[in-house]
């Protein structure tokens, strides 16, 4: 699965962060997906963390 954030639509608010803190990092105000691939056994809450953004910022590809 591939992860990505749209800088200009993240609000900076940090959930993605905190859940998945593997996958996703904060880059000065907004978060940003530490690799495009995400690691196994972590699908299942980067899909979470995509569906808890507020600003549905966080896009999924399978």
Known sequence: MKVTVD????TGCELCTDAVPDVFAMEGSVAKAKADVVPAGQEDAVK???GNCPVEAIKTEE
């Open 48 to 50: 979470d963390a995509a």
């Open 7 to 10: 800088a200009d639509t993240c």
